[in-house]
């Protein structure tokens, strides 16, 4: 079991950045392959970014390719999101998620932990 809790958004101008993050409590260290998601009003839920449970591996949708940023730090038991760039389009509230399965793709499927999110607003 492992607990997951979001923090670091905000409202920021376009153009701007945001670093989210995601500690997590209980059995964690390396012991859960991450992800982050969002969802926007009236959208669906979408994939943003995961990353392996060594932090050797990660994978981003392609709306945020090259602006943002997924890592972690086993040590501190936080999972991080770094989002530069920020377009208006990225606001959403975004949760990360954790699976002790060897994960590593966009389907929020295989995640059986889901922190309760934070928002972020992008003004523009």
């Known amino acids: 079991q492992v607990q997951l809790v979001e923090s670091g958004g905000g409202l920021v101008q376009a153009g701007g950045s945001l670093r989210l993050s995601c500690a997590a409590s209980g059995r964690t260290g390396s012991s859960y392959s991450m992800g982050w998601f969002r969802q926007a009003p009236g959208k669906e839920r979408e994939f943003v970014a995961a990353?392996?449970?060594?932090?050797?591996?990660?994978f981003y949708a392609d709306s945020v390719k090259g602006r943002f940023t997924i890592s972690r730090d086993n040590a501190k038991n936080t999972v991080y999101l770094q989002m530069n760039s920020l377009k208006p389009e990225d606001t959403a509230v975004y949760y990360c998620?954790?699976?002790?399965?060897?994960?590593?793709?966009?389907?929020?499927?295989?995640?059986?932990?889901w922190g309760q999110g934070t928002q972020v607003t992008v003004s523009s």
């Open positions: 990353i392996t449970r060594s932090g050797a591996s990660s």
């Open positions: 998620a954790a699976t002790p399965k060897t994960y590593i793709g966009d389907s929020d499927r295989p995640y059986d932990y």
